[in-house]
RNA sequence: GGGGUCGUGGGCCAGUCUGGUCUACGCUGCGCGGCUUGGGCCCGCGCGGACGUGGGUUCAAAUCCCACCGACCCCA
């Protein structure tokens, strides 16, 4: 068999991520940026496949540890808005606002929807009895970003999922943040993506949190993308909004409050970018809308033989519980690999004439472009053995990503010359805002991301940038 | 926030500097037919746009001027 080289369709993403990310977008069918509204970009089916698989995951998660959904309206009257004033002054520049007619009351979009849930909550939560109360919704939120916008990685408009949950003590609270991690972190490794989990600096938290928690995913040309938060908000939003129960004790108490959320948009970005190569789209099997595609090689006069092993295939995929495609269009061969290919498939079966006659069939890995027979009885067995083997082909490479990125620095310069070669910092650090916009300022963004907390750092010496004594060790990285 | 580039069939674009020869090139796409199918075949016929929007200059504007709208990229 004579084998040609495949053609490359795209550039090498971590010398070009932004030519690289937008091809795929509209190659691969993702996304139609040709609506014309900043920030606003059309969601086409081959992504809202994968999102709604990533949102299944996510959900599964939260309904699994006790959470319900719900519908918050879209608009939050401005007053409701400007309850908690922390939250209203990190908000209020990149809300999209509703003028209210005569007389009535401005409208914003919701940013978020902690203001649209808590004076609902002041309503439904009496006694103890009522508590703890778990909800959740999957929903669109609006920011008017003034910095520029990309599709899926920073919309106008994007797609997550926002949990509030309400309980009567403070430990429940940070138990649920914890919870909140454990969600995240089984959806992220059934996604293959590398991440770490940081606690955000007291200056960079979510407006109106008591603490902030979120999980940063390692993307190419070495940059981070924050990809869920969960945050503990305390009594911050429970005293203005007078969210009170009575508790066993008979003493009225205000509860303590988290809220989680996870971006549908951005995992699929991480997704995305982590995986994908210079043929298109790789996709985990996990995620995949579809993931095995069977194609015949048709031959004259042997069609019948050929397509009727596909569709047998296919039903024996169908009972193996998997989303499959035959495809019988009438394209050639050739063209059906590349397009499967860039969509991201994670396997390919072809059928021809040989593998008929030698009741063999032809598979092919998309992480690995790799191509081997397996025998006709063996297909079951081996289809779920590369189902398991990709994602951990994945992941190990999305995590040796990471490692490799990661540099321990003891000095400025040291830190400077680490940022230049792309690389994420580990750094003591003294914990002051000042000194964090000067290693911003000496680096050319780099930004504190915040304590690292998946992997326990010790302090082993002072201040990279200031030398004054650290108090903890950050992970130091430009963002997205 | 600063800078750059751009807007012409469904997609990518040539043409704009030097206004007329442009109801406008080419590729791709789409439809029909033929031939075929082991990595994007090929051949024939056909479809499809008055050039982002508004205004101005001019005998004449895709082309020059102004404003607006929108997009993309780069740097902070």
């Known amino acids: 068999m004579v084998q040609l080289q495949p053609e490359k369709a795209f550039p090498d993403k971590e010398k070009n991520f932004s030519e690289w990310y937008s091809l795929i977008l509209e190659r691969a069918e993702l996304v139609d940026i040709r609506y014309n509204v900043k920030g606003f970009v059309v969601y086409r089916p081959n992504l809202m496949r994968l999102i709604n698989l990533i949102r299944d995951e996510l959900e599964r998660g939260l309904t699994e540890t006790g959470h319900q959904p719900v519908l918050f ?23 999209f606002k509703i003028k209210g007619e005569e007389g009535e009351e401005d409208l914003a979009l919701r940013p978020t929807s902690e203001t649209a849930f808590y004076p609902m909550y002041s309503l439904w939560i009496h006694s103890y009895r009522d508590l703890p109360l778990k909800l959740f919704q999957t929903v669109t939120v609006y920011r008017k970003e003034t910095k520029a916008t990309r599709p899926l990685i920073r919309g106008r408009e994007f797609l997550w999922i926002e949990a509030h949950d309400a309980f009567s003590s403070k430990e429940e609270a940070l138990n649920q943040v914890s919870e909140d991690i454990r969600i995240t972190r089984n959806a992220l490794e059934k996604f293959g993506l590398a991440f770490i989990v940081v606690e955000r600096e007291e200056w960079d938290k979510f407006p109106g949190a008591e603490k ?63 995986h994908g190569d210079e043929f298109g789209l790789v996709l985990p099997f996990e ?4 993931q095995v595609v069977v194609v015949p090689i048709p031959k004259e006069g042997f069609e019948e033989k050929i397509f009727g092993k596909c569709f047998e295939i296919g039903e024996r995929l169908r009972k193996l519980n998997v989303r499959f495609k035959v495809d019988d269009s009438e394209d050639r061969p050739g063209s059906k690999f590349y397009k499967w290919e860039l969509f991201g498939v994670p396997l390919r079966i072809e059928v021809g004439i040989k593998e008929v006659e030698e009741k063999k069939v032809t598979f092919f890995r998309r992480d690995l472009r790799k191509r081997w027979q397996v025998d006709e009885h063996l297909l079951e067995q081996e289809v779920l053995n590369v189902k398991e083997d990709i994602l951990k082909v994945l992941k190990k490479k999305a995590y040796d990503r990471l490692e490799s990125s990661l540099v321990r620095i003891n000095s400025r310069s040291e830190g400077i010359e680490a940022s230049r070669n792309g690389k994420i910092i580990l750094m003591n650090f003294c914990g002051r805002q000042e000194c964090a916009e000067k290693v911003k300022e000496d680096t050319g963004g780099y930004e504190i991301r915040g304590k690292r907390i998946d992997v326990e750092e010790k302090v082993w010496g002072s201040c990279a940038w200031c030398g004054r004594s650290a108090e903890k060790v950050v992970v130091v990285a430009k963002a997205f």
């Open 73 to 95: 309206p879209l608009v939050i009257p401005m007053s409701y808005l400007r309850k908690e004033e922390e939250h209203i002054t990190g908000f209020e520049a990149e809300v």
């Open 212 to 274: 902030t928690f979120a999980f940063d995913c390692i993307m190419p040309e070495g940059k981070v993308l924050q990809i869920a938060t969960t945050h503990y908000l305390g009594t911050k939003f429970s005293v203005p909004f007078e969210i009170v129960f009575l508790d066993r004790d008979g003493c009225k108490k205000h509860v303590h409050q988290t809220c989680f959320g996870p971006g549908l948009s951005r995992m699929a970005a991480a997704i995305i970018s982590t």
């Open 287 to 290: 995620v995949a809308p579809i």
